[in-house]
């Protein structure tokens, strides 16, 4: 279970938001709500990205405010996709383990495992600005599994996975995430526009007016 309590926050002579929730996530959740409502603002702070001025998180039986972002227990794609341009598609994805430089055999396993599912096994030793948009999408999707599954990260949240991709493609998506995550019993919140989604992931649906206060 995921609990936001009267989470707080303002950007800076911006927009104040309040977010009060429980999420029970036995079913994956799909968050829809309007552009610009704060979707991505409640993911960055689950994420710890950006800091509520107050209010309770807890996931399972942990207060996630008082855990720095990379010590959470979870893993995320967020909008932007956030590749590092300069280096391999590869290198984004083994970046996402924490930094570590060594990645050991089971690691590599997931790792090939997961490029080969998506359908980017070749686009492993391009750069991220060699490669369509939505092969790129598909590259910090890789890494968020990749990061959820070698490091037991057990939340995954994952905003706006399935822009710009093809029908086909993001049906691949979807069944990696069927079967690699969701059977796997990851818990998982994607934010996303599209009114089939939540069917298609057979996901519950929640909207954001009824998490915003
Ligand atoms: P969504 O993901 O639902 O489209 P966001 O969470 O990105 O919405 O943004 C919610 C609101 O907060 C928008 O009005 C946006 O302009 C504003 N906002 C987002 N990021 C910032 C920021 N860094 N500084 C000031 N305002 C911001
Ligand atoms: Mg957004």
């Known amino acids: 279970m995921l609990e936001l309590s009267d989470i707080k926050f303002r950007y800076p002579k911006g927009k104040h938001f309040q977010f ?4 029970d996530l036995l079913t994956p959740v ?5 552009s610009g409502s704060g979707k991505s603002t409640l993911l960055n702070i689950i994420a710890g990205l950006i800091s509520p001025s107050s209010g309770y998180l807890r996931f399972e039986d942990k207060n996630l405010l ?20 300069h280096i391999s598609c590869l290198r984004n994805v083994e ?20 490029f080969q599912n998506l359908g980017i096994s070749d686009h492993k030793n391009v750069l991220p600005t060699e490669i369509s948009g939505g092969q790129r999408k598909r590259i910090a999707l890789a890494r968020a599994i990749v990061r959820a599954k070698c490091l037991g990260k057990k ?11 093809d029908f086909e493609t993001k049906s691949e998506c979807i069944d990696l995430l069927k079967d ?7 818990k998982v919140i994607i934010v996303s526009h599209d009114n089939n989604d939540p069917k298609l992931l057979g996901a519950n649906r929640v909207k954001l007016e009824n998490i915003l206060r």
Not at 95 to 112: A, C, D, K, T, V
């Open 20 to 23: 009060s929730y429980k999420f």
């Open 30 to 34: 799909v968050i829809q709500g309007a």
């Open 66 to 85: 008082k855990i720095s972002p990379s010590e959470r227990p979870l893993s995320v794609l967020f909008q932007s996709g956030n590749l590092f341009d």
């Open 95 to 114: 970046i996402g383990l924490n930094m570590r430089s060594r990645i050991n055999s089971e690691e590599q396993f997931i790792i090939e495992e997961v």
């Open 155 to 165: 939340l995954m949240l994952l905003d706006e996975p399935f822009n710009g991709l």
């Open 180 to 186: 690699g995550c969701f059977k796997e019993g990851y």
